[in-house]
């Protein structure tokens, strides 16, 4: 992801408006017992599409005002956020391809993920909170939440940061056929591979 002033400016939109989407519409709305929680996936988006840097950065940012706004302990989500970022990203660097079952995949675990950690935090930290197996179902519907809205989040960043966006052709790891490597291979002097011996 190639950052100028513009894109800094959209970046800085989308994360205003998910996290105002996430405190006053989607932690209001609750299905099947549980609410929705739509920042760790945004966290895992941006660190697909821009690598780890800006993951972590953006993640760091989310947690940041997710914090402020709600009444956590402050500073928990940042490092959460930011792990879920800087892992996404660090996934896109390593010249993977990003498609839809990725992403798909990504944003559950990176729900799943910041639940138990955020959850396994506070209990260490001594909040008026403990583990239970009875949250075991709220944490695979908040993860299969995460799956559901993975797709029309991952939409509308891609659409609002396609001009920064770098396109790289998608490279799949396969085994090396080293014998179609000698017959594909022409060295300068005409005598293929053996011209290294």
Do not use: K
């Not at 993951?55 to 989500?77: K, N, Q, Y």
């Not at 490092?79 to 660090?90: D, E, K, S």
């Not at 944490?139 to 809205?149: M, N, T």
């Amino acid at each position: 992801m190639i950052i100028t002033t513009r894109t800094a400016a959209r970046i800085a939109g989308l994360i205003l408006l998910f996290t105002v989407l996430q405190v006053s519409f989607f932690s209001q709305i609750e299905l099947l017992g549980t609410s929705m929680w739509i920042l760790p996936a945004c966290a895992a988006i941006f660190g697909l599409l821009g690598g780890s840097l800006i993951g972590a950065s953006i993640g760091f940012v989310f947690g940041f005002f997710g914090d402020a706004l709600t009444d956590g302990p402050l500073g928990s989500a940042c490092l959460v956020f930011m792990a879920v970022g800087y892992l996404a990203g660090i996934y896109r660097e390593r010249g993977d391809f990003v498609d839809r079952p990725t992403v798909l995949v990504s944003c559950g675990l990176a729900t799943l993920g910041s639940n138990l950690a955020l959850g396994l935090y506070t209990v260490v930290i001594g909040a008026d909170s403990s583990l239970s197996a009875s949250l075991v179902p709220d944490l695979i519907l908040q993860a299969i939440y995460g799956v559901l809205l993975a797709i029309p989040l991952y939409a509308l960043i891609h659409r609002v940061l396609r001009p920064a966006l770098i396109r790289e052709p998608a490279t799949r790891r396969r085994p090396v056929d080293l014998d179609q490597w000698a017959d594909d291979f022409e060295s300068p002097s005409g005598n293929g591979p053996e011209a290294f011996q």
